[in-house]
Nanobody
Framework: QVQLVESGGGLVQPGGSLRLSCAAS????????MGWYRQAPGKERELVAG???????NYAESVKGRFTISRDNAKNTVYLQMNSLKVEDTAVYYC??????WGQGTQVTVSS
């Protein structure tokens, strides 16, 4: 059974930082693309960042220069470091393995 367990969401002020973590189990983590998605109220779920097994990374234009995705294959974990957070980053953030498996989602709220 594939499981994705997320942590690190919460409330932060604009300009602040959060680090999300997603630990995967039940599948060969290092052979799969991992991604972070988010869904804000009234919006479609969107890809925030993705990282391939070889380390190739892509980001949504809206987060370039502010967010960093990384993976630790020894820990079967993918991270999303979020800096310079904006109010518009407020969303439920989801971890995905190969676009087919999903975590439960973790709320990120950016507010003064």
């Amino acid at each position: 059974q594939v499981q994705l367990v997320e942590s690190g969401g919460g409330l932060v002020q604009p300009g602040g930082s959060l680090r999300l973590s997603c630990a995967a189990s039940g599948i060969s983590f290092r052979l799969n693309v991992m991604g972070w998605y988010r869904q804000a109220p009234g919006k479609e779920r969107e890809l925030v960042a993705g990282i391939t097994p070889s380390g190739r990374i892509n980001y949504a234009e809206s987060v370039k220069g502010r967010f960093t995705i990384s993976r630790d294959n020894a820990k079967n974990t993918v991270y999303l470091q979020m800096n310079s957070l904006k109010v518009e980053d407020t969303a439920v953030y989801y971890c995905s393995l190969a676009g087919g498996y999903w975590g439960q989602g973790t709320q990120v709220t950016v507010s003064s």
